[in-house]
DNA sequence: AATCTGCGCAACCGCATTGGT
DNA sequence: CACCAATGCGGTTGCGCAGAT
């Protein structure tokens, strides 16, 4: 009976937008087992869901400590600017703004701060390639990153500062990580005068 | 008052990466 | 060491709402 049902589950993924149910019964269950094996989620929560749908849903909205709307300047400076490090990395992105999805960073920046950015390009006269072009693999964010700041111990720090594994919860995300990263910011737009060493 | 256009948000899809067997 | 499955991420699309004409 179940397992025919699991079956079922799996093969007809319900798509659309989400019902209050919904959201009560995907909460309910990870308030109770937590959020992991969203496979086993979307079967044993006994929505008609795929596990990506039910991770989306809880990661974009569900999940606690959430702040929606709201974008005040400072986040939005932290979010150009972490974008011109990082470019289409959403994901790290989100994690330097405590509550904050990297879905909704992505919407606004592809709503409202690209336009931004590309006006002032204009106005600036350097038009041309965008901000950041994207890296494919965190390899490549690494290298960037450390091209960017030509100093290996800094991005080494750098790399340290956008680990993957950071929660948007505000009880780690303490003020003292974000002044770390507006400090680190602050280094990317006044770049120390680089050591004579095998950077180039 | 009705229609059209633009904007913002939520969700889906495909690809890449990581972990386990 | 190779293969398979699961998870995570970024890009893109669709829907609904608000404002302008």
Same mark, same amino acid.
């Given at each position: 009976?179940?397992?025919?049902?699991?079956?079922?589950?799996?093969?007809?993924?319900? !798509?659309?937008?989400?019902?209050?149910?919904? /959201?009560?019964?995907?909460?309910?269950?990870?308030? +109770? #087992? @937590?959020?992991?094996?969203?496979?086993?989620?979307?079967?044993?929560?006994? %929505?008609?869901?795929?596990?990506?749908?039910?991770?989306?849903?809880? *990661?974009?909205?569900?999940?606690?400590?959430? !702040?929606?709307?709201?974008?005040?300047?400072?986040?939005? /400076?932290?979010?150009?600017? %972490?974008?011109? *490090? *990082?470019?289409?990395?959403?994901?790290?992105?989100?994690?330097?703004?405590?509550?904050?999805? /990297?879905?909704?960073?992505?919407?606004?920046?592809?709503?409202? %701060?690209?336009?931004?950015?590309?006006?002032? $390009?204009?106005? /600036?006269?350097?038009? @041309?390639?965008?901000?950041?072009?994207?890296?494919? +693999?965190?390899?490549?964010?690494?290298?960037?990153?450390?091209? +960017?700041? #030509?100093?290996?111990?800094?991005?080494?720090?750098?790399?340290?500062?956008?680990?993957?594994?950071?929660?948007? &919860?505000?009880?780690?995300?303490?003020?003292?990580?974000? &002044?770390?990263?507006? $400090?680190?910011?602050?280094? &990317?737009?006044?770049?120390?005068?680089?050591?004579?060493?095998?950077? #180039?």
């Amino acid at each position: 009976m179940a397992s025919k049902q699991e079956g079922s589950a799996i093969r007809f993924c319900r !798509k659309g937008a989400w019902t209050a149910e919904e /959201d009560r019964k995907l909460a309910e269950y990870i308030e +109770t #087992h @937590g959020a992991k094996k969203w496979k086993t989620v979307a079967t044993k929560s006994g %929505l008609n869901r795929c596990g990506e749908s039910c991770r989306l849903r809880w *990661l974009n909205y569900l999940r606690p400590n959430i !702040k929606k709307g709201n974008i005040s300047p400072d986040e939005e /400076d932290l979010i150009v600017r %972490l974008h011109k *490090l *990082l470019g289409n990395r959403w994901s790290l992105i989100a994690g330097r703004l405590p509550g904050r999805t /990297d879905n909704e960073i992505k919407n606004y920046w592809n709503s409202h %701060l690209s336009k931004k950015i590309y006006s002032t $390009k204009i106005t /600036d006269g350097t038009t @041309g390639a965008p901000a950041a072009p994207p890296p494919t +693999t965190m390899a490549k964010v690494q290298v960037e990153v450390q091209a +960017t700041h #030509h100093h290996e111990s800094q991005a080494d720090n750098t790399e340290l500062s956008f680990g993957v594994g950071d929660s948007l &919860d505000d009880s780690v995300e303490g003020t003292s990580a974000m &002044d770390c990263i507006i $400090k680190f910011l602050e280094l &990317d737009e006044n770049p120390p005068p680089p050591p004579p060493g095998p950077n #180039h």
